[in-house]
């Protein structure tokens, strides 16, 4: 009697011996009818396997060796990212797209779900991604598509980029609900191990002080933290001038209505308050207190119109005109500048914590604002990074940025330090948001300022991106790779918030993923795998998607219709 179940890359299924009967003429003499007998003898063990699922019986030699580069082991968490995949609606869109516009025979769903599952659970290049494949079961059959076919799918991702941003957009507010009156927007830049520029690869201003060539993404968020879009552009492109391009095709492709931008300081810029104002767009900028005029700086410190909440908190507010300046295009082309007035409200808080976080922070450049001036010649442009604005009498070659040889002395500018000190633990935050209702302040200063706080989630999501999904040094070198390669990455992060969601926003992103990576089994014997992982996280997320993962023993059968079950939210 034996038994049937499919092994790892064989097309047909195996056979498993589990009992001998013996010799057909020796039967004969015990039985009228041998073969009749063990037929109903097969019959009723099958119907006893049936009626008793849990019993599995399984034999094994204790002799049995390991072989060379195997493993045995397989993920099955990637099932709850496999649900997300397909509840986007992305399988369908990425068929229906390949087959109209492209020339491409690979399937182009199942290699974008690879690169998900990859960058999500084990981040690496996408040859790494291709080489591991084998150990979650979509992707047994390792002669799907070749490595190559990646590679070309890439230029096909790109052109879709803007599209499937939109398609995930409207599956988020179909499936829960999406409100875009409120935007958090921000910057950041992902660094190429390489020195030479090209395409959207240039030298910029580096996040990370690093000398390498850089793209910069732009990523707007909703007020739950959930990405909306993203835009990737040329690293020595100031990003002050994509804010409003977001804003406004938010509004117009997405069909957000009025949009409130919040921004930190780099976006405060008098384009963006002129022109987000005159667009019926709201906008929330924090604004440097140290940049700003010096009437704005005694109102700053004035005691004056200041309410205190408990000994180490307090804040006030004015509506204020002033002076902008804006860029305004000619008619013949170009743009000249022009001083324009504008009502703005300023809100000024000051923190007891946040002073003795900036004292901290500046002592620690102090200490090498100090040894700069010691001995200047062991420090370039790019080591000082941080302490310079401390420091007087340095200059530094602008072709090799090592400290240029003066007859000035390099000494500490304490006049610098001790203005600086003035402004420890005070924050400011402008807007164009005046409303009021029933008589009462919509916005009122406590809330533009949580509205502004939210701008951590955004942040955190680049964080997110840099370190739990590894998206930087980036690899490719083609631009329509390199904008590929961030699309994934995009496609990832709002798959790992969603996943947040769903479990309560609970667990951090970095457990959820261990939990995911953890869910895994080892092949036990015949079709049978056994799990060996339990935790409030796979607990969490079992209930959030329906699925079971407290079986300590799985079928492959049972496997394979739980991951197809989930492909059909």
Known sequence: MARNYRTKGMKYPRAENIETFGYLDELEKEYDDPIAH????????????????????????????????????????????????HELGLPGFLHNRRVRESKLACNTSSIMKLLIISRILSPGSKKRAFDERGRYFDFENEDAFALEDIYRSLSHFAKLEKDIQLLIHNRITKNYGRNLDLIYYDV?????????????????????????PIVQMGLASDAEGLPISYEIFPG?????????????????KYDSGRVIAVADAAQNTGNNIYYLDNGKQGYVFSQSIRGLSAAFKVYVVDEDGYEWNGDDYKRKSRVERREIQVDFDRKGGGTYKKKVLVDQRQIVFYSKKYAVRAKSKREAALLKAKKLVDNP???????????????????????????????AV?????????????????????????????????????????????LWRVEDSFRVTKSDLESRPVYAKRNDRIRAHFLT?????????????????????????ETMNAISCSHEGGNLYLFDHQSGAAEALGKAFGIDFTMLRLTRAEIKKNIGAVKNP
């Open 38 to 85: 063990f037929k109903k003898y097969v019959e009723d063990r099958n119907l006893e396997e049936k009626q008793c699922a849990s019993e599995y019986v399984i034999t094994a030699r204790k002799d049995q060796r390991l072989g060379v580069e195997i493993s045995r082991r397989m993920n099955y968490g990637y099932i709850v990212v496999t649900k997300m995949f």
């Open 188 to 212: 950041t830049n992902y660094y190429f191990e390489i020195d030479k520029e090209d395409g959207l690869r240039k030298k910029g201003v580096s996040k990370e002080h690093r000398p390498n």
């Open 236 to 252: 020595n492109e100031s990003e002050k001038l994509h804010l409003r391009p977001a804003v406004f095709e938010l509004r117009d």
């Open 377 to 407: 010649s062991a420090y370039t442009r790019a080591t000082a990074y941080g302490c310079l604005k401390y420091v007087m009498n340095v200059e530094f070659d602008k072709e090799t940025g090592e400290v240029k040889e003066s007859a």
């Open 410 to 454: 390099p000494c500490l500018d304490f006049e610098a330090i001790a203005e600086e000190e003035k402004y420890d633990g005070y924050y400011a935050i402008v807007t164009n948001l005046f409303e009021m209702e029933k008589g009462n302040w919509k916005y009122d200063d406590g809330k533009i300022i949580d509205l502004y706080r939210g």
């Open 489 to 513: 990455c995009f496609i990832s992060l709002v798959i790992v918030r969603l996943i947040q969601k769903r479990t309560g926003y609970v667990f951090s992103v970095e457990d959820l993923i």
